[in-house]
């Protein structure tokens, strides 16, 4: 499986659009109920000046549930951080009111967190509720913060504490060594005591003095709360200590009430904030928000300790206009996209999550060196799929860095076993090392599954069967038994790579050999892809004892869509991310496929496309395979 949608869990519209009299403003309207997400600017409709905006919000289930991209990070679902892509996926929405043409949005992440509502209406604008354009929640809260003496030792008049108050002021507190510390003031001392406790209380004394601030201690501890509740209070602390590391703080948070700045407040940094461009308007929104999502992990991973360009909460996105049609003096209106209440399963507001799943194992596609290729393109990588009752586990033994030693042998004499010394093999220093040119180092893939990459050059009389043999231990192993702790033996039939005269162009025969027409929406299903020529002719002997023969494709993709409308609910994935690209092993291609995906009591078709290195461009089969997915529940 290489793409797993997570629908927005909150979504509202907000606006300080005028109400039908021109005269009010709908500043405290919530549109948070509505299955419709509205983004606009308008300029000049009350007077020859006045500007009106509508901004949309939007939350993922990011860190917060057992189904959230943390857990299914966690449970090896979905791989690390540079190994996948996450879209922010928004579908527009047709309606009969004016479109804008040729504008930008910007995404972007909100800085603190707010709450959805139950309003609804979109054109009077009477529902008030929570989030709005002036408020993020009803609750209203002060923001805190947090300062810990580490090593008053190492703490000294070098350590300087800068606390951004609610309304900008900046608050600065400087180490001292003299036991007094001055306190009230907007710059001033706090003394390095005799322990980090009371170096602590000392800080503690020294901001709770401050008109804008107060603070309390326990132990080391010290918690610094701004006066005035709200958003605003979400600021900045920062610590300057060249001598080490014996204070440390962690920036505001937790703020509530009203927004810093009235339309919502988001992130501006590059990482965290991207665009969209509208030729038509009728455009949906598909854009790569991945370095703000693993901002978001990470502040799951510490805690929300680390509030910083690498560390973010898991606040959500706004989309707006961007700034440059918001202040424009001509109107935007109206840009629809459907809102997560929509009765439309797969036009729900979603980041989708895209890898390269694909273990290409050419343990049935195995070549000896040759001339006739590059040193890369002689590398053969074969796997080994560690399974315990059924699940793919990873092996205890294997070192912290997840290597695993494989070594390759001739036949016994009935070529049944390995046996002998293990080949020499063509040694690179990157997975197989010259002076130890007898042994492979192979790595950890993903859960339970390893592989190892190594070429090898024929004798002069060509082995029909070689075995690989996977270990732990010495990497210098040089026979068969050898190695300290045996993990699995397979084979391999080798050939040889020969030029020829004339370009191939290959048609192929498909046909999924598990095939069902009916799956759950609970489960995920592996369909596995027969290939063979078009122009295969067997003889009256090899149709008699042999089937066809195995033409495994090295570069396959998959198309999903949905028969009654022809739409695509996933697309050949064959450009950068490569989603879609099959898996291949001995009994040819194959591929996961997530069933909850995909809206129950509706037929689906699969279509294939491969790589054709001959034309240099992908080629659809002909092919259509149909099932339906049935709910679960109706079981």
């Not at 527009?92 to 609804?120: C, I």
């Not at 898996?583 to 591929?591: K, Q, V």
């Amino acid at each position: 499986m290489a793409v797993k949608r997570y629908w927005a869990q909150s979504d509202n519209t907000i606006t300080n659009a005028f109400e039908e009299n021109l005269t009010t403003r709908a500043t405290g309207s919530n549109m948070g109920a509505s299955d419709i997400l509205e983004v606009f600017s308008i300029y000049a409709q009350a007077s020859s000046t006045s500007a009106e905006k509508s901004r949309a919000l939007l939350k993922f289930d990011v860190t917060a549930s057992t189904n959230s991209i943390q857990s299914d990070r966690t449970a090896g679902t979905i791989p690390a951080s540079g190994s996948v892509s996450f879209y922010l996926r928004l579908f527009n929405a047709p309606h009969s009111q004016t479109l804008p043409k040729n504008f930008t949005m910007d995404v972007a992440a909100v800085s603190g967190s707010w709450e959805e509502g139950n309003g609804l209406d979109m054109d009077a604008y009477r529902d008030k509720d929570s989030s709005n354009w002036v408020n993020a929640s009803d609750t209203s809260a002060a923001a805190t913060a947090t300062v810990t003496v580490v090593d008053y030792n190492e703490a000294g008049a070098s350590n300087s504490i800068v606390v951004l108050t609610t309304d900008g002021t900046t608050v600065t507190a400087t180490g001292h060594g003299s036991t007094t510390t001055t306190d009230g003031s907007d710059s001033g001392t706090f003394a390095i005591a005799t322990s980090n406790n009371a170096t602590a209380t000392t800080i503690k004394n020294f901001f709770d003095a401050h008109a804008k601030l107060s603070a309390t201690v326990t132990d080391a501890v010290v918690t610094i709360t701004q006066a005035t509740a709200g958003r605003a209070g979400n600021t900045t602390i920062t610590n300057t200590d060249p001598g080490g590391t014996g204070i440390t703080v962690t920036n505001f948070k937790a703020g509530a009430g009203k927004w810093a700045n009235e339309g919502g407040d988001y992130y501006t940094d590059t990482s965290s904030s991207f665009s969209a461009s509208f030729d038509t308007g009728t455009e949906d929104i598909e854009v790569d928000i991945s370095s703000l999502v693993e901002q978001w992990l990470s502040s799951s991973a510490n805690s929300e300790d680390d509030f910083d360009m690498g560390s973010k909460n898991d606040d959500g996105v706004g989309v707006y206009n961007s700034s440059t049609y918001e202040s424009a003096a001509r109107s935007y209106y109206t840009k629809k996209f459907f809102g997560r209440g929509t009765e439309f399963f797969f036009k729900r507001p979603c980041i989708e999550a895209r890898w390269d799943s694909a273990t290409k194992d050419d343990r049935g596609t195995f070549f000896y060196s040759s001339s006739l290729a590059t040193a890369d393109e002689n590398l053969n990588t074969i796997y080994f799929y560690n399974y315990f009752r059924g699940q793919l586990r990873n092996i205890p033994d294997i070192p912290t860095d997840n290597k695993i030693h494989v070594s390759i042998f001739s036949g016994s004499s009935d070529d049944s076993a390995p046996a002998g010394s293990a080949l020499i093999l063509v040694g690179d220093n990157t997975h197989v090392r010259v002076a130890a040119n007898t042994v492979i180092t192979g790595g950890l893939v993903s859960t339970g599954i390893y592989s190892a990459s190594f070429a090898a050059t024929a004798a002069a009389t060509p082995l029909n069967t070689i075995y690989d043999v996977w270990f732990s231990g010495s990497d210098t192993v040089t026979d068969s038994t050898g190695a300290s702790v045996r993990y699995h033996t397979s084979s391999i039939k080798p050939e040889t790579l020969y030029g020829s005269s004339i370009a191939p162009a290959s048609e192929y025969v498909s046909s999924i050999t598990n095939f069902k027409s009916v799956y759950r929406d609970n489960e995920t299903a592996r369909f596995r892809i027969y290939t063979r020529q078009k122009d295969w002719s067997p003889t009256i002997y090899t149709k008699a004892t042999a089937q066809a023969e195995v033409n495994i494709v090295e570069s396959g993709s998959y198309e999903i869509y949905r028969v009654v409308d022809d739409l695509k609910i996933v697309s050949y994935g064959t450009g950068s991310d490569l989603h879609t690209q099959m898996s291949i092993d001995t009994s040819g291609s194959y591929f996961d496929l997530d069933m909850q995906m995909l809206e129950p009591g509706y037929m689906y078709g699969i279509k294939f496309a491969y790589y054709n290195n001959s034309v240099g461009s992908w080629v659809e089969q002909p092919e259509t395979f149909k099932f339906r997915v049935e709910s679960r529940q109706s079981e």
